[in-house]
């Protein structure tokens, strides 16, 4: 089992940037890899982000891509999502995921944190 706690969601004007923060405890070990995805209100849930837990290899989906960063720190089991030139449309619910077997399939969620970019 592993256990994920996001923080860090809030308001920020557009422009603006935010830090997201997931925590992981219970068998950190097994993580293959990490992501973050978010879903807007009446919006299906969709990729950011991703990092390979042992390589540091990260992937990024095109609507974030060169204003989203995500990292991790190893000795913390916690990883990041450096959120930069934030846009209304980054409103949403964040949530972070585990991948354990590295088959590409997210075993374990976070509860999700909200954040809200305002016009």
């Known amino acids: 089992q592993v256990q994920l706690v996001e923080s860090g969601g809030g308001l920020v004007q557009a422009g603006g940037s935010l830090t997201l923060s997931c925590a992981a405890s219970?068998?950190?070990?097994?993580?293959?890899?990490m992501g973050w995805f978010r879903q807007a209100p009446g919006k299906e849930r969709a990729f950011v982000a991703r990092?390979?837990?042992?390589?540091?290899?990260?992937y990024y989906a095109d609507s974030v891509k060169g204003r989203f960063t995500i990292s991790k720190d190893d000795a913390k089991n916690t990883l990041y999502l450096q959120m930069n030139n934030l846009k209304y449309e980054d409103t949403a619910v964040y949530y972070c995921?585990?991948?354990?077997?590295?088959?590409?399939?997210?075993?374990?969620w976070g509860q999700g944190t909200q954040v809200y970019v305002s016009s």
């Open positions: 995921a585990a991948d354990v077997t590295g088959q590409g399939q997210y075993n374990y």
């Open positions: 219970g068998r950190t070990f097994s993580m293959f890899r």
């Open positions: 990092i390979t837990w042992s390589n540091g290899y990260t």
